[in-house]
């Protein structure tokens, strides 16, 4: 790792674990470009919930993935998932999308349409001049960078997740959801060998910032 001039970090981990402002902090202080490739799937679930088309009809999904505009806008050190008209808005995060996306997210055939897609975001992160990309998720220092630089995986007490998202004024059924992510069959959520694993129940968001910061950066000199 010794004088790396770009670095993929991975930060993967349940539900209201941290995953999104830790990255953030990161990205900022770092330089680095942020993906949430949660909300990709956020996006398709709503795109698809737009459409109508219901959760079980594969077919007519995968139809639909097909006659998707994907493409990126980057907005500051953030890189959005676009899929044509119109684009999708804070709906992502409503109740309904939290119902759907485990479900979508545990079909085949949406995985792969995502991934090529998200493997790009180190070419983006390059051609735009960013230190690095981290990217935060499920499945990212196990399937999208599994030779990331950095794979954190963040942990958290369900109650205190649940609080989390009560406080962001969210429902948000955290143990329902984590259990289909951790149980599907394709690219599930689990801690992999090698991934540093952070307990962030009873830290503060500025503590987990500044431990895994320093840990990128005596990482990193
Ligand atoms: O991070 P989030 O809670 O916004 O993610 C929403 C859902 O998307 C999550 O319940 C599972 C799915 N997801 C996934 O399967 N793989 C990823 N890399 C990111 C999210």
């Known amino acids: 790792m010794m004088g790396k001039n770009f670095i993929v970090v991975a930060m993967d981990g349940g539900a209201a674990t941290g995953k999104s402002s830790t990255s953030k902090i990161l990205s900022d202080r770092l330089g680095l470009l942020y ?3 949660g909300a990709h799937y956020r996006s398709l679930t709503w795109a698809i919930l737009q459409e109508g088309i219901p959760l079980d009809r594969l077919e007519k999904i995968e139809a639909f993935l097909k006659s998707l505009k994907v493409g990126v806008k980057i907005e500051g050190n953030e890189a959005h998932i676009t899929l044509g008209d119109p684009i999708p808005g804070k709906e992502i995060r409503s109740q309904t999308v939290n119902e759907a996306v485990s479900h979508i997210a545990a079909i085949p055939g949406v995985r792969k349409f995502l ?3 998200q493997k790009d975001y180190k070419k ?8 690095g990309l981290i990217m935060e998720g499920r499945d990212v220092g196990t399937v999208i960078f599994p030779d990331a630089d950095f794979r954190f995986f963040l942990v958290a007490d369900e109650e205190e997740r649940t609080r989390r998202r009560q406080g962001e004024g969210q429902i948000d059924s955290i143990g329902k ?9 394709n690219a599930p959520l689990f801690l992999s060998e090698g991934a540093i694993e952070v307990d962030t129940t009873h830290l503060t ?5 500044k431990e895994l910061t320093d840990f990128i950066l005596a990482g990193i000199k």
């Open 35 to 37: 993906v949430n490739s």
């Open 115 to 117: 991934l090529p897609h």
């Open 124 to 131: 983006l992160a390059r051609q735009h001049s960013f230190k």
């Open 177 to 185: 959801r984590d259990r289909l992510d951790k149980r599907r069959e």
């Open 205 to 209: 968001l500025p503590e987990v910032a």
